[in-house]
C-alpha cells in the first residue's frame, strides 16, 4: 500500500467564488466567513459565509412563507420542478464533482463523480414517487381514509463524508411530499451544498429551498427554531442526541441517521477470492469515513490465514493519495478533528502491542490528512479498535469459531446501523442475518441501497427511516379522514 501524498497542489476548483448563501430566492453573502480547507494539502481553498442569527431567521421565515403554495402545487407540479431541478445540476455536474473532490477529498474520478452522479439520479426517481392515500374502509354507510400531509419547514444538517448525496437525499423526499427547507451543510464540507442551493434559486420557487452555512451555533438555531417542524440530520451519536434534545421543545419530527460499528461475518468454507475487492471497498472506501462502512471483520478459523494474507495483498497495491490524481484509490481523512481522533486510534493499537499486518504508522509530517490502509490482525474483542467505530481507513480481522459466540459479539454494541454475512448456504447466511441487530443486513452483497429501499438504524444508531415510501411518510404527519356517505 502507497501514501502518494505529494500531488501538486496549484489545481483550481472550476467554480471561482464568492461563495453565497440562498435565502428566499436571493444569494446573500456574510460579514463574516470562516475558511474550507482541501484536506489533501492543507491550504484554504475558499471562504464561506457564516450566517447571523438574523440570516437564519429569514431562512426559516422565507421558507414559511413559501410553503403553503408549494404544497398546493399538484404532486405533478412538484415532480416537475424537481425533475428540472435534476436537469439543471445535471449541467453544472462537472463543477459539482471538482468541489467536491477539492473539499472532501475522496477521488474525483471514482468515488467523487459516482456520488454526485447518483445524487443527481437520487433526485430524479425521487421525483417519479407518489403517496397515495389509503381507503381503510369503504361500506355503504361509511368512509375511513388515510392521507400524508406536510409537514412545513424542516430543517436539514448535513454531515461531511457525502455531502452530495445525503444532501439531496433530504432534498428530494422533502420537497416532493409539500414542505420546504432550510439546509445546513458541515463547516468542513460547504461549497458543494452551497452551489447545489444557488442552482435550486434558478428553478424552484423562491423560499422552497434555502441553503445556509456556518458551524454548532447555526445548526442550534435551526433545531430549536420554533418555525421548524421537522429535524433530518446525518451524523454523529454524540451530536444526533445533541439535535433530538434541542428538537424536543418545539417536539419536533426528527430523523437521525448516526453513526454504526457494522460487523461483517465470514461464514466457513466461504469462496472468499471472488469477494475480496467488494470486501476492501466495503471496509476501506471512501477511506473509512462512512457509516456503514465494515467496521469489525470476523473471519471463520477454517479460511482465516489465507484470508488475511490475500487480503493485505490486495490491499497492499492501492494508493492513498490527492483526490485530484487519476492514479489515487483513497483520499485524505476530510478534517483534522477525524484525523486526530484515528492519530489517538493508532496509538492506542500501537500501546497495546496489538499485530498491524498492513500500514499501522501515520506521517504526520505530510501536508494532508493522510492515513496509511491498516489492517489489525486478531486484536482482543474488547479493545477499542474493534468496540468502537474509527471512521477510517483502519480496520479490525477477528478470527472466530463458534458461531453463537461470534451473533453475541456482533451485537454486543450500543450501534445498529448494518451488517453483512457472507456464507456459500445462503439459507444458513439468512439464518444468521436474521439474528443481527442491524436496520440493514446484507447477504453476499453489501452497500446495496435504492430508492425503494427504506434505510435506517436500530438502537443508537438512528430513528426513522431515509428512502423508499416509509422514507417519503417521514417527512408527512398521517391524517385520517371518518365521513358518512
Given at each position: 500500500?502507497?501514501v502518494?501524498?505529494n ?10 467564488g ?6 428566499g ?19 484554504v ?116 463524508n ?17 414542505n ?44 430549536e ?10 451524523g ?15 417536539l ?60 493485505v ?27 486526530g ?69 456482533a ?42 429501499i ?32
Open positions: 500500500m502507497n502518494k501524498a500531488i501538486s497542489s496549484d489545481t483550481k476548483v472550476d467554480y471561482n464568492p461563495y453565497v448563501m440562498s435565502i430566492g436571493r444569494l446573500v453573502g456574510a460579514n463574516q466567513t470562516f475558511d474550507v480547507y482541501n484536506p489533501a494539502t492543507g491550504e481553498i475558499a471562504n464561506a459565509p457564516e450566517a447571523t442569527r438574523e440570516q437564519v431567521d429569514e431562512a426559516i421565515a422565507a421558507a414559511k412563507d413559501a410553503q403553503p403554495g408549494w404544497a398546493a402545487l399538484s404532486w405533478e407540479e412538484r415532480s416537475a420542478y424537481l425533475t428540472a431541478y435534476a436537469d439543471a445540476l445535471d449541467a453544472h455536474k462537472e463543477e459539482i464533482i471538482t468541489l467536491l473532490t477539492t473539499e472532501q477529498g475522496k477521488p474525483r474520478h471514482s468515488m467523487a463523480t459516482v456520488e454526485v452522479e447518483y445524487a443527481i439520479y437520487w433526485v430524479r426517481e425521487v421525483a417519479k414517487r407518489k403517496l397515495e392515500d389509503e381507503v381503510i374502509e369503504d361500506t355503504p354507510e361509511h368512509i375511513v381514509k388515510v392521507a400524508h400531509t406536510p409537514l412545513g419547514v424542516v430543517g436539514a444538517i448535513t454531515p461531511w457525502f455531502p452530495i448525496l445525503l444532501g439531496l437525499w433530504k432534498v428530494a423526499p422533502c420537497l416532493i411530499t409539500g420546504t427547507m432550510v439546509m445546513k451543510p458541515s463547516p468542513y464540507t460547504p461549497l458543494g451544498t452551497l452551489k447545489f442551493g444557488e442552482i435550486a434559486q434558478k428553478v424552484l420557487p423562491a423560499g422552497v429551498l434555502n441553503v445556509i452555512s456556518g458551524g454548532n451555533a447555526q445548526g442550534a438555531w435551526i433545531t427554531h420554533k418555525d421548524v417542524n421537522k429535524i433530518s440530520f446525518t454523529s451519536t454524540a451530536t444526533g442526541k445533541k439535535v433530538m434534545a434541542s428538537s424536543s421543545g418545539t419536533k419530527r426528527v430523523t437521525l441517521e448516526l453513526g454504526g460499528n457494522d460487523p461483517a461475518i465470514l461464514m466457513p468454507d466461504t469462496d472468499y477470492k471472488p469477494l475480496i475487492p467488494s470486501l476492501f471497498d466495503a471496509a476501506f472506501g471512501n477511506s473509512g469515513q462512512w457509516c456503514i462502512a465494515i467496521k469489525r471483520l470476523y473471519v471463520h478459523d477454517s479460511i482465516y490465514d489465507d484470508f488475511l494474507k490475500d487480503f495483498a490486495y490491499a497492499s497495491d492501492k494508493v492513498v493519495g490527492n483526490g485530484m490524481d487519476p492514479n489515487t484509490d483513497l483520499g485524505p481523512i476530510q478534517n483534522k478533528m477525524q484525523y481522533k484515528l492519530l489517538d486510534m493508532f496509538a492506542d493499537v500501537k500501546a497495546n502491542g496489538y499485530k498491524i499486518a498492513l500500514g499501522g504508522e501515520i506521517d504526520e509530517s505530510l501536508s494532508g490528512n493522510f492515513v496509511p490502509i491498516t489492517i489489525v490482525d486478531n486484536p482482543p474483542r474488547d479493545s477499542r479498535i474493534v468496540r468502537e467505530e474509527p471512521f477510517g481507513p483502519i480496520l479490525p480481522l477477528v478470527r472466530w469459531t463458534d458461531l453463537e459466540d461470534v451473533i453475541a459479539d451485537n454486543n454494541t450500543d450501534f445498529g446501523l448494518a451488517a453483512s454475512v457472507w456464507g456459500p448456504d445462503r439459507d444458513k447466511a439468512i439464518e444468521v442475518a436474521n439474528r443481527i441487530e442491524a436496520g440493514t443486513v446484507w447477504v453476499n452483497e453489501i452497500h446495496i441501497h435504492g430508492i425503494d427504506p434505510f435506517g438504524g436500530h438502537k443508537q444508531s438512528g430513528m426513522g427511516v431515509e428512502n423508499g415510501k416509509e422514507g417519503l411518510q417521514e417527512f408527512t404527519n398521517t391524517k385520517t379522514y371518518m365521513f358518512k356517505k
